[in-house]
């Protein structure tokens, strides 16, 4: 079971990103559409925190700057970002939860498996 995120990098302010997450391992081959998948930031000395999710019926954001988009037949979730700031600066996760819930949860002790993370850094 393997979350791989990438995409991330060096971006000025203002810019577009889009992060990219592939699902594999025995786990996902099979019920990768029944997934919960999110996207969590964490900022140096700061706490993870909600970016996006998204389930097999809707998706929430807390921006409308970061849309969320899933390809289940690829097993992938891709977070494109929008006007970049700043303090859009941190190390970007992705997530999934077993269960098939259709709630999207911000909380991330309620996701099963993490990603390992990929950089962004946006300069001024």
């Known amino acids: 079971v393997q979350l791989q995120a990438s995409g991330g990098g060096l971006v000025q302010a203002g810019g577009s990103l889009r992060l990219s997450c592939a699902a594999s391992?025995?786990?996902?081959?099979?019920?990768?559409?029944?997934?919960?998948m999110a996207w969590f930031r964490q900022a140096p000395g700061k706490e993870r925190d909600f970016v996006a999710g998204?389930?097999?019926s809707g998706a929430d954001s807390v921006e409308g700057r970061f849309v969320i988009s899933r390809d289940n037949a690829k097993n992938t979730v891709d977070l494109q970002v929008n006007s970049l700031k700043p303090e859009d600066t941190a190390v970007y996760y992705c997530?999934?939860?077993?269960?098939?819930?259709?709630?999207?949860?911000?909380?991330?002790?309620?996701?099963?498996?993490w990603g390992q993370g990929t950089q962004v850094t946006v300069s001024s």
């Open positions: 997530a999934a939860r077993i269960g098939g819930y259709m709630y999207i949860s911000r909380s991330l002790d309620e996701y099963d498996y």
């Open positions: 998204i389930t097999r």
């Open positions: 391992g025995r786990t996902f081959s099979s019920t990768f559409g029944s997934l919960t």
